[in-house]
């Protein structure tokens, strides 16, 4: 049997998970299950005297681990902004009947500041849009990542692309 027909055998044999914290524990486990691998290929190479990126990785945390601890913090708010700005994005996308751009304010700060062009003004709307502003700054995340929605009425739209965004200050996201 060729090795694809093995794999897809053994993954229809494996349960499917039933829900979202089931499905979270099989990707831990994946995640596991890989770094097991991982570890012991480094393992392999080491008793030959050679180091893959996981032994240098684990080597230079041992030799300046307060260094590692500061990179992995920085990468990590990196990937946190990284998903709150998705999730912003897919927002402003159910929203695309009366916005026209969306751009993210280039920063290295703990921010995200969304400037929103609108096609035409609408209080509903623009309360739509604010409640996920609204709920945000409930949770935790927003004492550490804050974002800031600033609308451009669509009379000044054309005035803050040509001085704003040529300048490059801006990335359009939507």
Known sequence: MPTFEKIKKEQSSVSQPKNQLEEAMFLIKDVFSFLYSESEQSIELLELGLKDSLAQYVDDAFKNPLETLFDNYI?????????????????????????????????????????????????????????????????????????????????????????EVNETNYIKVV
């Open 75 to 163: 990468n990590t708010e990196q990937a946190i902004k990284h998903i709150l700005n998705i999730s912003v994005k897919e927002y402003f996308a159910r929203y695309t009947d009366f916005i026209s751009e969306v751009y993210l304010y280039k920063t290295t700060g703990n921010f995200l500041h969304y400037s929103i062009l609108l096609k035409y003004e609408n209080d509903e709307k623009m309360n739509q849009l604010y409640q996920f502003i609204n709920s945000y700054e409930q949770t935790k995340l927003n004492s550490r990542f804050k974002i800031i929605f600033d609308e451009i009425p669509v009379e000044l739209s054309t005035e803050f692309v040509q001085q």
